[in-house]
């Protein structure tokens, strides 16, 4: 089960930070990816953890900006800097089965929180 937490509305070039918390099975074996989905468009891939070897991925578009962070077992959050109107979104936390490797395909995830809303104003 998870749960994303942290969303809000900040403007242009402000911080943020996002939150997925897994009640139950911890991150510590888990892949897990923030993707994000605007109004209209498909959800995209944002961020991704490989917690056995601690590495991160992130897109194209977050690269530099964006940063993971493993506060605890159970808890992973996603530091979001210079944020632009192009991320508002609602950004949805994502797991995979223990001991499945990192993707950065949706389709890959079997488990997801509800999303929370990021908007950003210009």
């Known amino acids: 089960h998870l749960v994303e937490s942290g969303g809000g509305l900040v403007q242009a070039g402000d911080s943020l930070k996002v939150s997925c918390l897994s009640s139950g099975s911890t991150f510590s074996s888990r892949a897990m990816a923030w993707f994000r989905q605007a109004p209209g468009k498909e959800r995209e891939f944002v961020a991704a953890l490989n917690p056995s070897a601690l590495i991160s991925y992130y897109s194209d578009s977050v690269k530099g900006r964006f940063t993971l962070f493993t506060e605890n077992k159970n808890t992973v959050d996603l530091q979001m800097n210079s944020l632009e109107p192009e991320d508002t979104a609602v950004y949805f936390c994502?797991?995979?089965?223990?001991?499945?490797?990192?993707?950065?395909?949706?389709?890959?995830?079997?488990?997801w929180g509800q999303g929370t809303q990021v908007t950003v104003s210009s």
């Open positions: 994502a797991a995979r089965r223990p001991y499945d490797g990192v993707s950065k395909e949706a389709v890959n995830y079997p488990f």
